[in-house]
T-cell receptor, first 113, second 113 residues
Framework: GDSVTQMEGPVTLSEEAFLTINCTYT??????LFWYVQYPGEGLQLLLK?????DKGSNKGFEATYRKETTSFHLEKGSVQVSDSAVYFC????????????FGKGTTLSVSS | DTAVSQTPKYLVTQMGNDKSIKCEQN?????MYWYKQDSKKFLKIMFS???????INETVPNRFSPKSPDKAHLNLHINSLELGDSAVYFC????????????FGQGTRLTVV
């Protein structure tokens, strides 16, 4: 079945460092790909998405490119802030009615000043 | 207005009790979900409803029973609570289409003592 694999955390960075969180997927079809963020004590919020190969999703300085050839959707940010500390989830959706998002295990990011 | 709201936010109860978590969405989506997040932050789909019809019913004990009185509501009832049921439960809704992300509630932290 479909699955998402993302790098194990935690990731600990200093403010203004470059961030990469790796995500690869396995899917039978052509899924949509998502990054969600979960701040402490809150629900998940959509960070960005891409729906077809070579699409680049971007939001709040984060970006990720849908790479069909490497089945990847790595999250990057050029300069992280303390407020970016959160858990990041990569997810995919086949998009059929009623099908659920399939999530990776989450990567905890901790940014210190 | 909160798009996906679930109540209660915290729930502490004794083993053997029966409890319910309520979820409502005002986004007009056809599809609603229940996810369970364990202590390691892993998100697992439990149920999915599309237009009040059960679509996904993952390997979840029979003690868990979802009920969807209408498209905007998906409640979760849990019988005979066990210690292992302690987790954060998230309700979500989504358009169900390929390009549509899921919107999450704030979560219900269930603690069984």
């Amino acid at each position: 079945g479909d699955s998402v694999t993302q790098m194990e955390g935690p990731v600990t960075l200093s403010e203004e460092a470059f961030l990469t969180i790796n995500c690869t997927y396995t899917a039978t079809g052509y899924p949509s790909l998502f990054w969600y963020v979960q701040y402490p004590g809150e629900g998940l919020q959509l960070l960005l998405k891409a729906t077809k190969a070579d699409d680049k999703g971007s939001n709040k300085g984060f970006e990720a490119t849908y790479r069909k050839e490497t089945t990847s959707f790595h999250l990057e940010k050029g300069s992280v802030q303390v407020s970016d500390s959160a858990v990041y989830f990569c997810a995919l959706s086949e998009g059929k009615a009623g099908t659920a998002l399939i999530f990776g295990k989450g990567t905890t990011l901790s940014v210190s000043s | 207005d909160t798009a996906v709201s679930q109540t209660p936010k915290y729930l502490v109860t004794q083993m053997g009790n029966d409890k319910s978590i309520k979820c409502e969405q005002n986004l007009g989506h056809d599809t609603m979900y229940w996810y369970k997040q364990d202590s390691k932050k892993f998100l697992k789909i439990m149920f999915s409803y599309n237009n009040k019809e059960l679509i996904i019913n993952e390997t979840v004990p029979n003690r868990f029973s979802p009920k969807s009185p209408d498209k905007a509501h998906l409640n979760l009832h849990i019988n005979s609570l066990e210690l292992g049921d302690s987790a954060v439960y998230f309700c979500a809704s989504g358009g169900g289409g390929r390009n549509t992300e899921a919107f999450f509630g704030q979560g219900t932290r269930l603690t069984v003592v």
